[in-house]
């Protein structure tokens, strides 16, 4: 029952994953020949209020709030983070139950990448003044990486740790 149980988070994890590249793709064809990289919003820090307001007075911000931030991006960020915690909880949980609560690093991603792209979405909207807000959206981002890179990792060392313990 273990190595079926284990078999099917193996397998979910890395169906998020590939859902992630595929939706990733997507969006990288909406961006095309627009001028802008690729959701660059959500991908990286190196970027200033200039490049985001030319984002905001263009076409492709319609594209990119729907249907690229919601609904794909909010079914990888759901499938991700679930994936993953739930490996986490399981094989981490054969440890101990504190070793369990690593699964909440995965949360932390879900629910910064959720605020964040609420927040993007909304600052992408015509006529709103998202200057306050320039810097939380790079929190969000921030902790958003961190914590999708934190939640990989924990999920490739729980996989590791499961399969050293596992009798062959």
């Known amino acids: 029952m273990d190595r079926t149980i284990s078999i099917a988070l193996f397998v979910a994890v890395v169906a998020a994953f590939g859902l992630y590249h ?20 959500e991908k990286t820090l190196a970027y200033d209020r200039e490049e985001f307001r030319h984002l905001t007075a263009s ?26 915690g739930a490996a986490i909880w399981y094989w981490f949980g054969q440890l101990g139950p504190l070793w ?5 690093v995965p949360l932390i991603y879900f629910v ?3 605020a964040e792209d609420c927040l993007l979405a909304w600052m992408l909207q015509p006529g709103n003044a998202w200057s306050a807000t320039f810097g939380i959206l790079k929190t969000l981002t921030a902790i958003k990486v961190g914590s999708v890179i934190a939640s990989t990792i924990l999920t490739a060392v729980a996989f ?9």
Do not use: H, Q
């Open 112 to 114: 910064s990448d959720l």
């Open 59 to 84: 076409d492709v911000r319609k594209a990119y709030v729907v249907p690229v931030l919601f609904p794909l991006d909010l079914i990888v960020m759901l499938a991700l983070a679930g994936s993953m």
């Open 100 to 104: 369990a609560m690593l699964a909440l």
């Open 22 to 41: 595929l939706v990733g793709n997507y969006a990288k064809s909406r961006f095309e020949n627009s001028g802008f990289e690729s959701r660059f919003p």
């Open 160 to 168: 590791l740790l499961w399969l050293c313990r596992t009798p062959s």
